[in-house]
């Protein structure tokens, strides 16, 4: 059984954390891309981006709760909940540049579109590195730690006020 300690000292530093999510976020989001593009074409570009955007947090969340972070294991479900927040905001992000795209340019290509599409992730993406280590697997790192800190008994000890018997008398200097 691995201890609260050896969790903490397993947590990645930022340069580390940040490669294992450019390389998990990205496969991720290099399959979305894919799967959106072929979705899109049975449905309507919106809907599978929000599908597919749907599923792929989802992965993500885990794959960065057991890897990425040094969570250890599943992501909660506030972690979740946070995480998809986070997407939610890539969401309108790529949406938007598709949007743009499509009103700048009437026919654009297959080729075009991904560009568009992953540089807009790509942006979205380190938006939510810094959010997901900074806010939503923060909070692991913060209880970890402070369970470490309360291993050992702390002894606290109290100062007694000493209250005057009498009454007190307060007096004004001219």
Do not use: C, D
């Amino acid at each position: 059984m691995e201890t609260e300690q050896s969790k903490q000292r397993a947590t990645p530093g930022t340069v580390t954390a940040f490669a294992r999510f450019a390389l998990l976020g990205g496969g991720v989001g290099i399959a979305s891309s894919l799967a959106v593009a072929a979705l899109a074409s049975w449905i309507y570009w919106g809907l599978a981006n929000a599908l597919i955007t749907a599923a792929s947090t989802l992965l993500a969340t885990e794959l960065h709760s057991r890897f990425t972070f040094g969570a250890g294991g599943r992501a909660t479900g506030r972690q979740h909940a946070q995480s998809a927040g986070s997407a939610a905001a890539a969401y309108a992000v790529t949406s938007a540049a598709m949007l743009v795209l499509q009103r700048l340019v009437a026919t654009p290509g297959v080729m075009l579109e991904q560009v568009v599409y992953l540089s807009a992730s790509a942006l979205a993406g380190v938006a939510r590195f810094a959010l997901l280590r900074l806010v939503v697997f923060a909070r692991s790192r913060s209880q970890v730690a402070a369970t470490v800190r309360t291993v050992r008994p702390v002894h606290a000890t109290t100062a007694r006020a000493v209250v005057p018997a009498g009454p007190v008398v307060l007096s004004h200097a001219a």
